[in-house]
């Protein structure tokens, strides 16, 4: 039975360990990003807007195959997590291999194995005794480390280079679990401030309050340069200290991240309009003035007016759901609802401040619903600025960017170091010196042909033997 | 003239038009079916000898050395055309911070990527010597100086850097990522000489495929997605075909004139240089994509990573990279079988990744990105 085990054990160590996994699974993982830029996901997307570009049915679609948050799909998550398993495996048994490859010793080799590496070079003629002392110094001047073993030096430099890509694929690790602890531990809100307002953290033991923001144009331009916002840090009532964000500085205390993210006229959560209402006789009642969501009385018609939105850009999709296109001032729109004093909905309809709007809205009412009671207009709007404060919390950022040092120094390591070893065979009449680097056969031709101009100094300088003439490889 | 740069601009446009000729007059005349060894460097390489059939008087001429020549001068007039675009950008910014790379408006973007692109490929002809990589670098660059200079670009005044963008992190990251994209284009090159040699007949063939893939993509699949500014994308496919037409004619005018079998060691050669320019410019993309790319986003944007559509796109880019690296490595560049060819093929995916996320983005969707 654990022979069984033992087995199934083994395939999966395979498995997981395999590269033909990884490049299937990264494969995968980029086919579906690749869907993911194209098609819009909901963290950036509203829902209307979708509707307005695929229709309701192929809204639907899309969400039934999670297609709008790929990135928390099922199978993109499933796929993340065996190329997490993956990766760990791999790095376990690369790890191994590593470290086998570290407790390697370099070993003497024959002359005639010298002879069969890359790149080798042989001098012949009589050898003075302090020759093998010269060329150790030489070599150790150019950082290697020299070790003598009966006839010959052995020279190697950089062996722990190996380790670099390991730690990159390990930093990768670090990186996706930091990825991960974002998500699970993290919280982020966004709100809307306007001045003086207290914002109140969960979790946190501090309030902000907004003491005022305001944007900074470029000189003689309509181009803005920065928004800024005022926050005072409140402590247990006391205030601990004021800073000033714009984009790119946020403000950071205890664990949270403040960022200026946001500007603009608050239409849609503030806005205060004037409606002129008016009898379905012609009537005049005069113009009101109330902030969105509340409402006013009028007392001689023993009416309630509740303003129920506002949308600055009025806009309908396919199946009737109003929205506002754009958060400028382009077609704006309030829903009004009016009651009488029992709380009984007398009419609902929408105002409009541009006359054809109205006129169509009207005309189309009367025609679906009949004739309303009254007539309501809306004459007039303003809203108070606001400044748009994205809040974080992100215990994963410092585990991220401890991953993101060592994937940069793995990487380095990997491309700039090469294991690089020599061998100097000094035999009764001869030297012959080979060297080799991992993986780089070709880039080591440089580094050899400089230590070689130094030894030559040092070595015999008598005519060698025709056939021997500094025979040289540097190619296969 | 009220702006330098685009001047200096106009005169490299003119420049790399005549280095991109002279780069091909020296692949289409020169044979260079010869093997070319790595450690040939410095010397002129052996690819430079005269194809014997061909001894006219055009082919008597040194045609890639004044290709290289002609380089050099184009490089100085977009040295130049970059730096006063970065003084007149910081005059219209008002120094808000010292100093930035002129890379907020997709003008200066195609202008800064029309001079580090080719620099960096004087560096690796310097290294490696093979110059018919030349023809598709300086090409990419005309074409590159061209778009900026349509009026939908429009050589415009420089105006302030908006706000999202007054930030070292980012200059530090576009800057990497252009190193990246700068070898890997070079790579490309390298690779599209590759792959012309390793499929010397079938290679017909498999270009009108990948042009087919190409269109189709574009015709058939993103705008299932997507709805597509008409004039942008006629304009592009027309450029497209362009292009494709023409390489596909230099091709074919080429293998005409060539007789002898390329050996396997030029072969190698060539896959070895794609490798080194891929290798190297991937730390870049990756360190300047992710990592750089990442900082600046937690500062602008509140997060590092938020799955948009053009950090997403550069995820893809770098990870069709670690694909083509990992491929080669287990699968090698010896392998004389469909797996030697499909690394190749890999380095085209990586690059088309590339164009994708770096160009084909702004077209299809909208991103926090959308200024580049
Ligand atoms: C997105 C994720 C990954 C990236 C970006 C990545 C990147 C890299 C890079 C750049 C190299 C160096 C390649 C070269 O020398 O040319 C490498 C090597 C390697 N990777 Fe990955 N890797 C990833 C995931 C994996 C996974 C999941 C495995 C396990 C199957 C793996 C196994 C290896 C191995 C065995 C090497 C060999 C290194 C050597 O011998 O020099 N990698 N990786």
Known sequence: ?476 | MRYPSVFFFYLSTLSYLVTFVLYLLHAVLKNSSHPVSLADKGREPRLGIVASGAAGSLSSIDWGRWATRSLIVSLVFSTLGVLFRSIELGNASQWVKAFFLPLSTTYETLTFFSWLIPLVYLWVERKFGVKQIGVFVTGAAFVMLSVAASPSFAPSAPTGVPASLQSYWLTTHVLFMVIGIAFFTSGFGATLVYLWRRYQKKLFLLFGALLGVIGGIIFGVIPLFATLQPLKMAASVALLIALGAGFGWLLLFVHRREHQPVSWEYLENIEEIVYRCNAIGFPFYAIGGLVFGGIWAEQAWSRYWGWDPKETAMLVTAVVYAVYLHARLTWGNRDPGWRGGLVGWLSVLGYFAVLYAWIGINYFVASLHSFV
């Open chain 1, 1 to 476: 039975m654990s022979a069984f085990f033992k087995e199934i054990a083994q395939d999966l160590y395979r498995f997981f360990t395999s590269i033909t996994l990884a490049i299937v699974l990264i494969s995968l993982i980029a086919l579906f990003s690749f869907v993911g830029t194209l098609i819009p996901q909901e963290a950036f997307t509203r829902e209307v807007d979708y509707i307005a570009r695929f229709g309701f049915e192929g809204y639907q679609i899309l969400k039934q195959l999670q297609l709008t948050n790929i990135f928390g799909s099922w199978y993109f998550l499933f796929v993340m997590a065996l190329f997490t398993l993956n990766l760990t495996a791999c790095t376990v048994k690369r790890l191994r291999a590593s470290w086998r490859y570290w407790k390697l010793p370099m070993l003497a080799l024959s002359p005639e194995a010298l002879q069969r590496l890359e790149h080798w070079r042989s001098w012949e003629g009589p050898i003075a005794p302090e020759t093998a002392q010269r060329i150790e110094r030489v070599l150790q001047r150019r950082g290697y480390r020299v070790r003598r073993e009966s006839s010959q030096l052995l020279a190697e430099k950089w062996r722990w280079e190996r380790f670099g890509i390991d730690l990159f694929h390990i930093a990768l690790l670090v990186v996706i679990f930091g990825g991960l602890a974002t998500m699970l531990w993290g919280f982020r809100t966004f709100e809307i401030a306007h001045k003086g307002s207290l914002i109140q953290l969960p979790g946190a033991d501090f309030q902000l309050r907004v003491n005022r923001f305001w944007s900074e144009n470029y000189k003689d331009s309509e181009r803005v340069m920065d928004w800024h916002t005022e926050l005072t840090v409140i402590e247990n009532g006391r205030e601990v200290f004021t800073q000033t964000i714009e984009v790119n500085a946020p403000l950071r205390y205890k664990g949270y991240n403040v960022y200026q993210s946001a500007f603009g006229t608050d239409w849609q959560g503030a806005a205060n309009v004037t409606l002129a209402i008016s009898r379905a006789d012609g009537t005049e009642l005069g113009e009101f003035t109330s902030t969105v969501n509340e409402g006013f009385e009028i007392p001689n018609e023993k009416i309630f007016v509740k303003v129920g939105a506002f949308l600055p850009d009025f806009a309908l999709t396919e199946n009737l759901i109003a929205y506002s296109r754009t958060q400028r001032l382009e077609n704006p729109g309030a829903y009004i609802e009016i009651f009488d004093l029992n709380g009984t909905r007398l009419m609902r309809t929408w105002a409009f401040a541009r006359t054809d709007m109205q006129q169509f809205w009207e005309s189309s009412m009367a025609r679906v619903s009949g004739a309303s009671p009254y007539r309501v207009r809306l004459v007039g709007m303003t809203a108070p600025e606001f400044t748009g404060l994205q809040i974080t919390k992100d215990p994963g950022r410092p585990i991220v960017y401890f991953g993101f040092l060592f994937v940069v120094l793995g990487l380095l390591v990997h491309l700039y170091f090469k294991h690089q070893q020599i061998w100097v065979y000094l035999g009764e009449n001869r030297i012959i010196i080979g060297g080799m680097a991992r993986n780089r056969p070709r880039a080591f031709v440089h580094e050899f042909e400089r230590l070689l101009k130094e030894i030559e100094q040092i070595v015999p300088k008598e005519e060698p033997e025709p056939c021997a003439t500094l025979v040289s490889s540097s190619s296969t």
